[in-house]
């Protein structure tokens, strides 16, 4: 693999060529390309050799410019999950991959990677980002860009800054002080702008200490691109911008979507006005060149040769997968599952027969599938050893789409539901086959002058009895289920259009049907005027048994196994963008399906399928628990593998896991009139659990994997000036082979830094592997800027000075080896 990154791909591409090429266009041309030219593209300027440039999301796979099943892609596991690898390269494979796939699909701009922080378990997108720490973060962040862009892709650090929960994400404030910016939530960003060299960054929805981040000409102008020298482009976050002259003054180079934002032709009209300066204009147009230049997309430059989707990709995300799983409770050795040992196993829970591959959002990508625990396991397991598989109780807000294989156009009989566009008339301007039904369209990707859609579907029931179907969508339908008409109109929960996107309002019908006779469905969407974007989808249900019959079935079936295997965990229902969660519990009756099955067999393995943490109450009285991620489509091999001991759980948790929500220090994602006050400073996450002295059910960093390990020795040398090396020995005293992620941490003696207390923080880490009985040494270098810190009164970096305990182990909560030194 090709890691080369930044390489420009025309290395003799000048800055004073690129403004050569500026000063030949027109003002109407420079602004054509800093609004965009749709949803995802800037417009080719043929006359400068200038190509169309399209961007895609995100964090979990190459989404591609469609939001349906038209276009596939791989997905990935979670970036939680991602950063639970704790192994910058595992990130570098992750993003040449994902640079790779958007070669395949004529990207050149990923917008991704998302480095906001664990600031609260409850944020939406807590899934789509790495983790509490900033140093883990960054190290992760800079190897995913760097992965990307060597792939000629470039990638977008997201979203600047302090964007760390959902709730009133367009208009909320964040006043957060100075140190805590820069030594928490500026750090990935400044460590991917200065190593890293990422190529993009986007402006984040929200306000910080009073300026909206558009328009934030202190963090854009004088810190991004002033004192780090970032020579990229600022994209905004999608609809973000709020106002012509300030943001253009502010330091946001692109307003996306375009093309008719608020810098059109109202930002002509205030240069030809004088009201701002060309010259700012011409900085944003020769920045966008530049990015065009490393992404291939000017005169003759080009991407590096040969990039595209390697064939062992799937093979890949599984590895990845597995390897980011965290093995939390283990007492007793259950696992690794030994199926010689097994008659039978009893696979029970929601998220068994319907994995959580992802969360939702703009990260949602289309899958080609998704390989589920059921049929994983089986073959896992082998032919030896009995599967049973029960629901056990219902947490799932939406039905499942139509079923593929049950489905055809009415009309034709040909497989899928038929969609049709029609104009405001009536007139059918175009019609499509689907494989799904579900409809997400915008301008660009939708007839022009599309008023109504239609779905037509005919499903074959596969057995008699009362059937769900449900509609989902925000506005007006008339549905036709046989000869049932309904005409409904579904409201948006909030404003926020992206909410009846991601999670749309939800309505049932019961359809009394039998097996083997046809059930017609028809939705027509629209309310007679123009759409502007649209998302639909119908969903089905075959008939179900009464939850308490569900469950009383899966503990019989537990009580029957040698071995019960619990999937539960969240949904994309539950973890997505544009809300945060209401509490960390399991959905539905999820822990008392967990309790029951416990008591009725003693040897109770619970898989957790979520992508943030999630209360455990029962963890205690289970055999073993696997955290699992939200581990992308290769999931339920991954799951497989692990749970047999085909493969090591090498995970260590990149977030604290409370017991309980009352523990957790910062927990609300509600602004108090509009505003988060980040009165935590530089503490979140371990360093507040440190602080504030509450026991986690798991500490940041903890995993257990198949053997044992010891820590035999450390040495530290160095000083604040040039940095530390720790050097570890750690012996695997297992029987197995295994991996161990050495994790180093600092604090000063003294329990303060510039008078306030100091908690203990991570330093750096470094992964290792050692077969059975063997030991081995790692050096971890701390450098120099990982030891400064931020000083309020010099308003500056500073090297630490006095005396710091150094230690070493297996998490923040334990710790094997402490030597002290003096700064
Ligand atoms: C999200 C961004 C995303 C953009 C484009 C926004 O709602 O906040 O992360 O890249 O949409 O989909």
């Known amino acids: 693999m090709d890691t080369t990154a930044n390489t420009p791909t025309r290395p003799d591409i000048g800055d004073d060529e690129l403004r050569g090429l500026v000063g030949r266009l027109t003002l109407e041309e420079k602004v054509r390309l800093v609004v965009g030219e749709d949803v995802w593209s800037l417009p080719a300027l043929p006359g400068i050799g200038l190509r169309k440039i399209r961007m895609s999301d995100g964090p979990a796979g190459v989404r591609g410019v469609h939001m349906d099943e038209r276009e596939t892609s791989l997905l990935f596991p979670s970036p939680t999950a991602q950063a639970a690898a704790w192994d910058p390269e595992v990130a570098r494979r992750v993003g040449f991959l994902m640079g790779a796939q958007a070669r395949d699909k004529d990207i050149h701009v990923l917008l991704a990677p998302t480095v906001n922080m664990h600031r609260t378990p409850l944020g939406g997108r807590h899934f789509e980002c790495y983790s509490e720490d900033p140093l883990l973060t960054s190290r992760i962040g800079v190897g995913f860009v760097e992965g990307v862009q060597s792939a000629g892709v470039a990638a977008t650090m997201k979203h600047y800054v302090a964007n760390d929960s959902e709730n009133e994400r367009f208009t909320y404030d964040v006043t957060v002080d100075e140190r805590a910016l820069r030594e928490l939530y500026l750090a990935p960003f400044e460590a991917a702008v200065r190593e890293a060299r990422a190529w993009l960054v986007m402006s984040a929805y929200n306000s910080t200490n009073g300026h909206t981040m558009t328009e934030n000409s202190r963090l854009q102008n004088d810190v991004l691109k002033g004192e780090w020298g970032f020579d990229g482009v600022v994209v905004s976050d999608w609809m973000a911008v709020r106002s012509t002259e300030s943001a253009y003054l502010g330091g946001t180079?692109?307003?996306?979507?375009?093309?008719?934002?608020?810098?059109?032709?109202?930002?002509?009209?205030a240069v030809r006005e004088g009201r701002v300066d060309e010259s700012v204009l011409d900085d944003k147009v020769t920045r966008i060149l530049r990015l065009a230049a490393r992404v291939g997309a000017l005169g003759d430059t080009a991407p590096p040769d040969g990039v595209s989707t390697p064939e062992d990709a799937r093979a890949q995300l599984r590895a990845i997968a597995a390897r980011a799983m965290v093995l939390l409770?283990?007492?007793?050795?259950?696992?690794?599952?030994?199926?010689?040992?097994?008659?039978?196993?009893?696979?029970?829970?929601?998220?068994?027969?319907?994995?959580?591959?992802?969360?939702?959002?703009?990260?949602?990508?289309t899958p080609d599938h998704v390989v589920g625990v059921p049929e994983a396991l089986g073959e896992a397991l082998g032919p030896g050893t009995e599967l049973t598989v029960s629901q056990g109780v219902f947490t799932h807000r939406r039905l499942d789409f139509l079923p593929t294989a049950a489905t055809t156009v009415p009309d034709t009989g040909e497989p899928g539901v038929l969609v049709e566009f029609r104009s405001t008339d009536g007139t059918l301007l175009d019609a499509e086959r689907r494989r799904t039904s579900q409809v997400v369209v915008f301008p660009g990707i939708m007839p022009e002058g599309t008023a109504t859609i239609v779905m037509k579907a005919r499903v074959l029931p596969e057995c008699d009895g009362v059937h769900l179907a449900e509609v989902a969508g925000s506005g007006d339908f008339a549905v036709r289920v046989d000869a049932a008409e309904y005409r409904i109109t579904l409201a948006g929960e909030r404003d926020d259009p992206g909410a009846a996107l991601m999670?749309?309002?939800?309505?049932?019908?019961?359809v009394p049907a039998n097996a083997g006779t046809p059930v017609d469905i028809e939705v027509t969407y629209g309310d007679g005027a123009e759409l502007f974007i649209a998302a639909l989808g119908i969903g089905w249900g075959s008939p179900r048994r009464a939850e308490d019959d569900e469950l009383a079935a899966a503990v019989a079936d537990a009580a029957a196994a040698d071995v019960a295997v619990v999937v539960v965990g969240t949904t994309d229902d539950i973890e997505s963008e544009t809300f945060d969660r209401e509490n960390l519990r399991l959905p539905g009756r999820s822990d008392e399906l967990v309790a029951r099955v416990a008591e009725a067999n003693p040897n109770t393995i619970v898989v957790v399928n979520a992508g943030s943490p999630v209360l455990m109450p029962w963890r205690n009285d289970v055999a073993a628990v696997l955290w699992a991620w939200l581990p992308g489509q290769e999931g339920g091999a991954a799951v497989g593998d692990v749970l047999t001991g085909a493969v090591e759980p090498g995970g260590r948790l990149p977030t604290t896991h409370p017991a309980d929500e009352a523990d957790v220090p910062v927990l609300s994602t509600q602004p108090v009139n509009g505003a988060h006050h980040y009165a935590e400073s530089h503490t979140i996450g371990y360093r507040l659990w440190a602080l504030r002295g509450a026991k986690p059910a798991y500490p940041f960093g903890h995993g257990l994997g198949y053997t044992d390990w010891a820590y035999e020795r450390l040495d530290v040398s160095g000083d604040a000036a040039s940095g530390l090396t720790v050097n570890v020995e750690v012996r695997n005293t297992g029987v197995r082979d295994g991996r161990e992620v050495v994790q180093v941490y600092l604090e000063p003696v003294s329990g303060e830094l510039f008078g306030t207390p100091e908690p203990i923080r991570l330093v750096g880490f470094a992964p290792v592997d050692a077969d059975a009985g063997d030991a081995v040494t790692v050096a971890v270098a701390v450098p120099q800027d990982v030891l400064a810190r931020w000083s309020p009164e010099a308003n500056g970096w500073e090297g630490p000075s006095g005396r710091y305990r150094v230690s070493v182990g297996r998490s923040v909560a334990d710790l094997r080896l402490t030597d002290e030194i003096e700064l």
């Open 503 to 510: 999670r749309p309002p939800l309505h049932r019908f019961e």
């Open 253 to 269: 180079d692109i307003a996306m979507p375009g093309p008719n934002g608020l810098w059109g032709d109202a930002l002509v009209e």
């Open 329 to 365: 409770e283990n007492p007793s050795g259950a696992l690794p599952l030994d199926a010689s040992q097994m008659r039978r196993v009893a696979l029970i829970g929601p998220n068994a027969v319907r994995l959580s591959a992802q969360g939702g959002g703009s990260a949602h990508v």
